[in-house]
């Protein structure tokens, strides 16, 4: 059974950058796209992007400029990097696999089947 | 991007009656191309992350009980308790697969009455 952990510091300063990763277990990362999602206390669900397996990536425009993930298939991982953080930063930051339907002749995903615990940040000095 | 607009933002439902959920997008999510909605349904209980009950507007993720049904297609779709347990106390949001980014709705808030 395919297992998703994020790890990371959980007190960023402002202006600074935000690292996460989330390691896979169970499961290879082949195959699927996986997404980073946050979630600011006590609100909604934010997609930040994800990343396929090849390593082609889609962020939110949103964030785009701050944003970088990226994928190690040898150690199973996926990262994800938010730079120049603010206390809006602040949040709840998930990895998720995402479905994958190929038919079609291109592959798009469809569902986030698997989630990791999550792990929160806080953006303060 | 596609707006998802889920309503209503709470309700109240009596074990074992029916909850019902609306979730409305700006656009259609409906791919012409294999005829299948790119709308998902999931379920959060709080400390928990978002789980996958249902694709494709209407498929059964395996292992989800079948008293949870989605329905739907284009813009408009409804996920349905048919029979509300206890279990199912949670936040339900809708999500948008259909172009990136990828969106969610506000949730919805299932509570017992």
Redesign the interface.
Known sequence: QVQLQESGPGLVKPSETLSLTCSVSGGSISGYFW?WIRQPPGK????IG?IYYSGST?????LKSRVTISVDTSRNQVSLKVSSVTAADTAVY?C?RD?V?C??G?C??????V????TTVTVSS | DIVMTQSPDSLAVSLGERATINCKSSQSVLSSSNNKNYLTWYQQKPGQPPKLLIYWASTREFGVPDRFSGSGSGTDFTLTISSLQAEDVAVYYCQQYYSTPLTFGGGTKVEIK
Not at chain 1, 58 to 62: L, V
Not at chain 1, 108 to 113: E, V
Request: no cysteine; proline share 4%.
């Open positions: 997404s909604g669900l934010e997609w994800y889609n962020y939110n425009p949103s998930y998720a479905m339907d038919s079609g291109r798009s995903a469809y569902g986030m089947d989630w990791g615990q999550g």
